[in-house]
């Protein structure tokens, strides 16, 4: 049964047909080889799929985000990075880096952060004399660090279908997220050691301090999402509402930037991206009950019986699994179908849920900037109008560096672990 989904999901991805359909249609493929085709088993489960509490996380996330792009935080934690680090040589790449750490508290997004500072950030490095694809690759490579610090809607999708803490998850990330950034800034520094463009002149403390307190609201923001949810003040569901009122009280009353107009086209935006993220997990739970009726984790257990005395093994032909499919599948349903298949197994071979959901995470993130099927690539191709080829050629450094930083994590592990007993 194992194969016989496998190969109908792909041939119907190859053929065009979208995600969520793909997945429905492979569902009602495994019911009519077992003979128990049911329409209303669908349908229910569709219907449950979507009536899931932590899923309502989600769609305020997305809408926080909107609000906070229209209501001027990117623009603001561009030029508070800049004030720091824009007259250091390579210092526009450091801004790209910082800013989307400190974007990726507000978000939760990969494309989203691509999205709101490469329009920003990719035309200021290409005036500064950087080729085209060398401002688009940093900014696609820091982009992924967004799903992996909280709040993250990915991890909320692992914990859905996993029953993991979405807490825990999303404490878990921080040190990983940052150390991506760190790993980054190393890549970055070796880059821009050659650097001759004239460098603007450092910032004053009267300045730096102006453009603090200018981005104070949105540098305040991540600290009360991630403080209320390690003391226990709220849940990540309540949390992504705080953000949306948050965000639209800072965006209508204090920097102004929000009118009738903006929060509409906001809710129209946030609308359309929630209905296509919940139609596919909408989807991805009736492949879930139909890989569990017809076995699929058992054989897949089976399968990788062999490496379950051995968690170290297992975990690095999961991770090569996930790279691979990550480069033809997109995160959000890779996460929804592979989770409930891998669960067991990860379980059975005594490895932390919590720890297999931030690797998993991470792995598929790298997947977003991998082509032919990176999300993020597109995104930063879309922007800077140049190609995948020609993106690639910048991205590789980037990409390398991740990668080696998953393998770190896999192979010590307590670098998620220790500090998530501490944070959590």
Not at 376 to 403: A, D, M, T
Request: hydrophobic residues 60%; glycine residues 8%.
């Amino acid at each position: 049964m194992l194969w016989f989904f496998l190969v109908a999901l792909f041939a119907a991805l190859a053929a065009g047909v979208p995600v969520a359909f793909a997945l429905m249609l492979c569902s009602v493929a495994l019911m009519v080889s077992m003979n128990m085709l049911d329409s209303q088993i669908v349908a229910q489960n569709l219907i449950n799929g979507a009536n899931n509490f932590a899923l309502m996380a989600i769609p305020f996330f997305i809408l926080a985000g909107e609000l906070m792009n229209r209501g001027g935080m990117s623009k603001r934690i561009v030029q508070f990075a800049m004030t720091l680090v824009g007259h250091v040589r390579g210092g526009l790449g450091y801004v790209v880096i910082i800013a989307s750490v400190l974007f990726a508290g507000l978000s939760g997004s990969a494309v989203a952060d691509t999205a709101a500072l490469g329009a920003i950030l990719i035309p200021m490095m290409v005036e500064r004399g950087y080729d085209k694809k060398v401002p688009t690759a940093i900014v696609s490579s820091a982009g992924i660090i967004a799903p992996i610090i909280p709040p993250s809607i990915p991890m909320i999708l692992f914990g859905v279908v996993s029953g993991v803490s979405i807490t825990q998850l999303f404490m878990g990330g921080i040190v990983p997220g940052l150390l991506i950034a760190i790993g980054l800034m190393l890549v970055w520094t070796y880059m821009s050691r050659r650097e001759t463009a004239e460098l603007p002149p450092r910032k004053s403390v009267k300045e730096i301090l102006i453009a603090t307190k200018e981005a104070g609201w949105a540098l305040l923001m991540p600290v009360i999402i991630i403080g209320g949810l390690r003391g226990g003040v709220f849940t990540p569901t309540e949390a992504g509402v705080i953000a949306v009122f948050y965000a639209l009280f800072v965006g209508m009353f204090v920097y102004r930037n929000i009118g009738p107009r903006q929060l509409y086209d906001a809710l129209i935006r946030s609308a359309k991206t929630t209905s296509v993220v919940m139609f596919v997990a909408s989807a991805a739970i009736v492949s879930a009950w139909m890989i569990t009726v017809a076995n699929v984790p058992q054989e897949m257990t089976e399968l990788l019986n062999p490496l379950i005395d051995s968690p170290l093994l297992l975990l690095l032909f999961i991770n090569l699994l996930l790279l691979a499919v990550g480069m033809v599948m997109d995160l959000t349903p890779t996460i929804l179908i592979l989770t409930p298949v891998l669960m067991p197994i990860v379980k059975a071979a005594g490895i932390d849920p919590v720890y297999f959901g931030i690797i998993m995470v991470i792995n598929l993130c790298i997947g977003l900037i991998t082509p032919p099927v990176g999300t993020v690539l597109y995104v930063g191709c879309g922007i800077s109008r140049i190609s995948i080829g020609e993106l690639v050629k910048g991205l590789w450094p980037f990409l390398l560096v991740e990668i080696a930083i998953l393998l770190l994590l896999v192979f010590f592990p307590q670098i998620v672990t220790v500090p998530l007993e501490w944070l959590t």
